[in-house]
């Protein structure tokens, strides 16, 4: 079984910086992907980035030129860089880890951190 543990997140002004951690423990396969979600009160749970393992990175538009996703193999932890922040990206950030097992994709989730943009 794999556990998931994010950290990083706080209160942080308009146009600060944060650094958001998934640390994943447990068996990890080759092929993975590593996704951030995010969702605001009274919203859906929207895509961030994505990363994984070749390694083939992706944005959403929302966040393109001030998020960067990053991996570090050796501690099965994928971080996401958020600069430039803004009210707007006030949400509980969840971690999503995709593993391909041979014949399938299994999914697991992190239980959240929260991100405050406020002044």
């Known amino acids: 079984q794999v556990q998931l543990v994010e950290s990083g997140g706080g209160l942080v002004q308009p146009g600060g910086s944060l650094r958001l951690s998934c640390a994943a423990s447990g068996s990890i396969p080759h092929i993975w992907s590593v996704a951030w979600y995010r969702q605001a009160p009274g919203t859906l749970r929207e895509w961030v980035a994505t990363?994984?393992?070749?390694?083939?990175?992706s944005y959403s538009d929302a966040v393109k030129g001030r998020f960067t996703i990053s991996k570090d193999d050796a501690k099965n932890t994928v971080f996401l860089q958020m600069s430039s922040l803004k009210f707007d990206d006030t949400a509980v950030y969840y971690c999503n880890r995709r593993h391909w097992t041979g014949d399938k994709w299994t999914d697991f989730w992190g239980p959240g951190t929260q991100v405050t943009v406020s002044s």
């Open positions: 990363i994984s393992n070749d390694p083939y990175r």
